[in-house]
């Protein structure tokens, strides 16, 4: 894992929402969270998901989560933020923009 600056961030609510759905859906420990993008008709929308790490991804550790970014994604998501809203919105993605 990288021990550079996390190129995405998760709210506090996030962090606990993702790591329910993990104990609760019994995903084992070495899968990640992937974040990235998914092209569509109408434009590209956010992913967001567990998975294992593959060759072409970047792995970063949040707060003891491993964040898997593939490297063909990483520009689109570099500054995004995650929350999790518990009424009725889920996660919701906003771009936040890196200090140097």
Do not use: W
Request: proline fraction near 3%; charge should be negative.
């Amino acid at each position: 894992m990288f021990s550079t600056p996390n190129p995405i961030q998760l709210t506090a609510a996030a962090q606990v929402q993702i790591r329910a759905s993990l104990a609760e859906k019994g995903i084992p420990a070495f899968y990640g969270l992937r974040v990235g993008l998914r092209g569509g008709g109408c434009g590209a929308t956010y992913l967001l998901g567990f998975d294992t790490a593959t060759d072409t991804d970047e792995t970063y550790d949040l707060d003891g989560l491993a964040v898997l970014i593939d490297r063909r994604h990483l520009m689109y998501v570099l500054g995004l933020e995650i929350d999790y809203e518990a009424e009725g919105e889920g996660f919701s993605f906003r771009k936040t923009v890196l200090s140097e």
